[in-house]
């Protein structure tokens, strides 16, 4: 029999904008792996049963806690993941960024507050300019990462994460430089980086630097498909803003599709 392979796409909560995007990567990772002789099915990650299916392997860009918490136990009961759902997790804001300042990665002073702590605190110590963001995944709206210029700004924020749910945040420094997104498949298998601006690849010397950048990141913490976004500061450097498992690969869906379709077959050995 060839060998099954489940791909779980996004919970469409966590995927505003982009459910069809996202499911488009997806979709052309499974047909690479079919024409090479696997079969292929998806699941719903907010309709994850309780027991693992019978698998080679499973594909997922699930980020909820719950979906997480499912899959961690698949993973425990021997069935293959790509990514891990513990690096997964490590890519929410709140673990992140302390993961990566104790490894010497240069990122933005970044600092966790409730929503409540802060609405006490800032009107007497707001830590300055900067940007405000929901501390577990990425944004899901408009309104989740806000630039602010003055207490009474941030406060505003703070009164409309109340208003939709969202009881943790970060702080965040802004640093100035050119942004740049960046895709992975990896460690250091494929990778590509987009000015954000336009939309256009960069070329030397910041590819280089970037490249280095999103490998070491994405080895510490434990992502295979993965994308991120970098400030090339010039005094800085490279400067690490975010770090995002399996994205949907919008700037170079087919390329990244093909790469990962080959390195889960070398890495399954399907």
Excluded at 49 to 74: D, F, K
Excluded at 77 to 104: K, M, S
Excluded at 113 to 126: D, N, T
Aim: neutral net charge; contains cysteine; glycine residues 8%.
């Amino acid at each position: 029999m060839p060998p099954l392979i489940y791909g779980i796409l996004r919970e469409r909560v966590l995927s505003p904008g982009k459910v069809a995007a996202d499911r488009a990567v997806m979709e052309e990772v499974l047909a690479h792996l079919a024409r090479g002789g696997c079969e292929v099915r998806f699941l719903a990650a907010e309709e994850l049963p309780a027991a693992p299916p019978q698998a080679a392997g499973v594909l997922h860009m699930a980020q909820g806690p719950e979906s997480l918490e499912r899959l961690t136990q698949w993973e425990k009961r021997g069935l293959r993941l790509l990514n891990p759902p513990a690096a997964v997790l490590a890519c929410y804001r709140r673990h992140l960024f302390p993961i990566l300042a104790r490894r010497g990665f240069d990122c933005p002073d970044t600092r966790f507050f409730s929503v409540e702590e802060a609405r006490s605190r800032w009107p007497q110590e707001f830590p300055g300019p900067g940007w405000l963001k929901r501390a577990e995944v990425h944004a899901t709206g408009p309104g989740d990462v806000v630039r602010v210029a003055s207490a009474q700004e941030a406060l505003e924020v703070l009164a409309d994460f109340s208003r939709r749910g969202i009881d943790h945040l970060i702080w965040q420094e802004h640093v100035p430089g050119e942004e740049v997104k960046f895709y992975a498949v990896g460690p250091g298998r494929f990778s590509q980086a987009f000015a954000a601006a336009t939309g256009s690849p960069i070329g030397e010397p910041g590819l280089s630097t970037v490249q280095d950048l999103a490998v070491r990141a994405g080895r510490l913490v434990g992502l295979a498909v993965f994308g991120g976004d970098v400030i090339l500061n010039p005094r800085r450097g490279p400067v690490l803003i975010d770090l995002n498992d399996w994205p949907s690969f919008s700037r170079c869906r087919t390329a990244a599709a093909q790469e990962i379709a080959h390195y889960v077959q070398e890495l399954w050995q399907l």
